[in-house]
C-alpha cells in the first residue's frame, strides 16, 4: 500500500518527467533529417567527387550514390545529421533483398545499412550486389 509520502513522490516525478518532455518539444527533439539528390551531392563535392547514379530509401534515411572515380558513397541519417562514407565498391558487401538493398561493411564501426526501395533496384546496384563492378 502507497503512502501518503510515497504519493507525492510519486507525483513529483511524474511532473519532471512531463517537464523534461516538454523542453525536449521545445527543443525540437522531432526534427528529422532527410536526404535528397542535393545532400548527396554535397556529400560527394566535400570528398572531391561528383556523383554519376544514387539511389535514396523510400524515408531519405539512407543512400548509396556511385562516384565517378568508381567508389561508393554512403550516407545514413543519424539523429538531426548526416554520417557519410567513401569506400571502393569491392570493400562493402552488397546484397538485395525482398524490399531493399542491405550494405555491409568490413569494420564495426559503421553498422550495415538497410535501404527500403520503391521500386526494383538500378541495373549498376545489381551488378554491385552480383559481385560485379560499378
Known amino acids: 500500500m502507497m503512502t501518503e509520502t510515497d504519493w507525492i513522490v510519486l507525483a513529483g516525478s511524474a511532473a519532471v518527467v512531463l517537464f523534461m518532455i516538454g523542453v525536449a518539444?521545445?527543443?525540437?527533439?522531432?526534427?528529422?533529417?532527410r536526404l535528397d539528390e542535393a545532400d548527396l551531392a554535397r556529400l560527394a563535392?566535400?570528398?572531391?567527387?561528383?556523383?554519376?547514379?544514387?539511389?535514396?530509401?523510400t524515408e531519405g534515411k539512407g543512400a548509396v550514390a556511385r562516384l565517378a572515380d568508381g567508389n561508393l558513397l554512403i550516407a545514413?541519417?543519424?539523429?538531426?545529421?548526416?554520417?557519410?562514407?567513401?569506400?571502393?565498391?569491392?570493400a562493402l558487401g552488397l546484397s538485395l533483398e525482398r524490399d531493399g538493398l542491405r550494405v555491409s561493411f568490413a569494420d564495426l564501426g559503421f553498422a550495415p545499412l538497410k535501404l527500403k526501395l520503391a521500386g526494383d533496384a538500378p541495373d549498376?546496384?545489381?551488378?554491385?550486389?552480383d559481385g560485379g563492378q560499378t
Open 25 to 33: 518539444a521545445l527543443l525540437g527533439f522531432r526534427q528529422t533529417t
Open 45 to 57: 563535392a566535400g570528398e572531391g567527387a561528383r556523383i554519376d547514379a544514387a539511389i535514396i530509401d
Open 76 to 90: 545514413r541519417v543519424m539523429a538531426d545529421g548526416v554520417s557519410a562514407r567513401v569506400a571502393p565498391a569491392g
Open 124 to 129: 549498376w546496384v545489381r551488378r554491385l550486389a
